[in-house]
């Protein structure tokens, strides 16, 4: 084992988070050294995704840009009476791998989280008493509030070249936007994206039935960009190839296309690919390095003053359980966070409220598009609604989205009762594919006591080191959920869009970790204002060993009924600022 | 840090002279093989963009006979194998008056590319760390056997099944009793099959011989039905260079215009339909286009 020249920062994984804030950290503090690890290759628009990106079986179905699973998975199952087993192929997620992270092959669909929703316990209890939420549910509260993260919503969205129009500028509610969104201190720096056919018609429709729709965020750059580090975006082509693949004309807004560039730029940070962090290194009063395994597979000991973990949410939790950091939680005992909170996204696929609707008489074109393309409200989003005399709390976005759909995976859905397969198959394709369109909510997961990760028990990764285990399902609350939104909320707007055929579903079997849902996977080091109730404080940064950060979905103490990605970042930025302007100087916790 | 790997992407100018590096290369490595780099539709589409207008949907310049002959055969699959699938591939996908099937399409060639890959499932990489316990179904598929390995014995397992119930092999049944046989499969009739359930060799031989010698292994005949659609409908519909969807027939089928730069000029063209020129992964690559292929 070798150990290499200490560095002032090390930063443990490559994507949203640690690209922040080594770009950050670069800029800010000229006199530092920074290093990231990155278990991936690096892989740019060039050479990589120029032109070879369209490619549905290699990269939508055969997972190129993902994790790689022969090396590292998770076990999974439904509930502690069950014994876990791993996740052999993909897959309900699809974590990212390489430079850049989950955001190249992110779809780029942008929000901000709600600003209630940072005192989500406090709001539900103040607004409908103490007995209202489940007894099981261990919801709470970040630490921070939408006005301290507003201006980091800012800098992420000027950075990232976000698409959208405001429906909130700095209390003032704005037409054509959102209007439950918090407060902007400035409108989106891009208009909307050219949005396709299909999710017109749901906004006509869902206006028919009183519903303010507003064109959905988008990471999809409608036009040449430069953001405030000098770094420019390219203009999107609709090509129809997003989600799942790197961007052939840099328009997608990554860290590949923004922070990173700008990072290497200043010459202070060197990033090693196709390193695999395996312990944080400590004391138990500070870290003092990261080991990993290098690029040839030889283990190597990297110290350093400062280490940022954003290694995304499962490896985040997993390091942090190798390593002895924290507690890891006990859901028996009620014991420990690490670990703690885990949730996710009620989705699209098997189980959730979803409409399909076909038109015999309208071509939507479902091949173009780009990966945030649609149409949103958010009236029964999270509590945008009144629950007083509901069964259930939460919500989430409703969109119709055009992201492209390739016809491996996206020949169907087809109208209920066609045929999977045969002559009669191949007529139902041929009919509908084209025709079609579908929408659905984004909703909210909760977190409950028997929601949680540890290491698993007997099951390794290809270095030896214990998988980590998810133990998780749906409760009652969100299978209540689903089945309103789609009975009240769905079907409404179905019927209003005046369509042939219409199958709309609310119904939510046990999760199933065998079908793609979500890659919106949160939790395991959550944030708060106490060390009882929390890994880390709201700057992510780790009680008890204040040289260590934590960055990313992992610090969300609950999921909400969005895409998280600009939460992320704006959390990045908050975390970033907080070591540049306060944290170098004074060290210590900070306040 | 100045990488001469990490352009601007944004810059149309220096992304067309990329390209242009890039084609460039490309023919020179080809050259020897007779390949021509075409002038693919993406600097021209780039410069529209460029200038602020729409990119159209410029087509690969088609030079039939232009590039090498490309060979077609198994690598995966023994001549049996092949048969057996292409029967059963042409029943999930027939022929009609909507355009060719699964046969026609090459389906059999893109499953035979895939098995030659036993690292891989449908979905990519495999975990393929023990123990391998079965677990519930909410867990995925724990065993260990490659897909190549389901496949060799859902093959056996087709033709055993056609042999019990019809005295023949499942590539010589009719259509009809070729349905029947994968509609029961559907729904998991029988529980099992594979090997064991031969009643004859598979191909004509000494009578008796495989059939005894074989030791008899089966898989779940539903999931193995399962997978089966996968990997048809995949070949059908993956850009032809993985060996299926030849012509492009399975986008044909259904409107898919395939590995297009962009629709920068028709995503706001509500309900109109697309005219431009379908094309392969292999346009875009500047690779000559052929028809059929």
Known sequence: MATLPHVDVLIVGMGVAGGIIANELAKRSPGLKIVALERGPYRATWPDFIQDHFDEWRFGVQSELHQNLANVTVTFRNKDAQSARPMRQYGAFKPGNGVGGAAVHWNGVSWRYLPYFFEYRTHLETRYGKTF??????????????????PFYTQYEQTFGIAGKAG??????????????????????????????????????????GHQPFPQPSANSPARYTNPDGQTLGACNYCGFCAGYGCHAGAKASPMTTVIPSALATGRVEIRQLSNAFRIDHDGKKATGVSYYDASGQEQTQTADLVVLSAWTLENTRLLLLSGIGEAYDPAAGTGNVGRNYTYQTGAVVGGAIANVWWEDKLTNRFMGSGSNGYAID????????????????GGSIACNNPGSAPILGSGPLPPGSPRWGAGWKQAVHDWYNRSAFFTMQGESPAYRQNYMDLDPTYRDAWGNPLLRITFNWTDNERKMVRYIADNVLQPIADAMAPTHKDVRGDLPDFDITPYQSTHVQGGTIMGTSPETSVVNSHGQVWGLPNLFVAGGSTFPQNAGYNPTGTVGALAYRTADAIASRWLKDGGMLG | MDDPQTPTPADAGEMRALLHRRRFLGAGALGAAGAVATAAAIPLALAQQDAGLAAPEAPGTPQPGA??????????????????????????????????????????????????????????????QGPFTPGEPTQGDQSIMTVRERFRIGILGLEGEAQSRFGQGFAAI???????????????????FGSASLVTPPTEGAPGSLADLAPPVAIPARAFFTMLLSYTQAGFFADPIHGGNLGMAGWRLIGFPGAQLGYAGWIGKHGEEFTGTYQSLADVQGFAHHEGE
Request: hydrophobic share 35%; charged share 25%.
């Open chain 1, 379 to 394: 009236e029964f989003n999270s509590d945008n609604f009144d629950h007083k005399d509901l069964d259930f709390f939460g």
């Open chain 2, 67 to 128: 590039g090498p002959a490309l060979l077609r055969g198994y690598v995966s699959l023994s001549p049996f194998q092949a048969a057996v699938l292409e029967a059963a591939c042409e029943r999930l996908i027939p022929a009609d008056d909507l355009g060719p099937g699964a046969k026609e399409a090459g389906v059999v060639v893109f499953i035979d590319r895939q098995l030659a890959n036993e690292q891989a499932g449908f979905r990519g990489p495999y975990y393929r």
């Open chain 2, 174 to 192: 009719s259509p009809a009793r070729q349905e029947a046989i994968l509609a029961d499969l559907e729904q998991g009739k029988p529980d099992t």
């Open chain 1, 133 to 150: 939420l489940p007894e099981d549910t261990t919801i709470q509260d970040w630490g921070v509030s939408y006005e301290e993260l507003e």
């Open chain 1, 168 to 209: 909130n500028l700095n209390g003032a509610l704005q037409p054509g936007g959102n209007p439950f969104e918090g407060p902007r201190s400035t409108e989106y720096p891009q208009p909307p994206v050219t949005i396709a056919y299909g999710p017109t018609l749901f906004r006509d429709g869902a206006a028919k039935v």
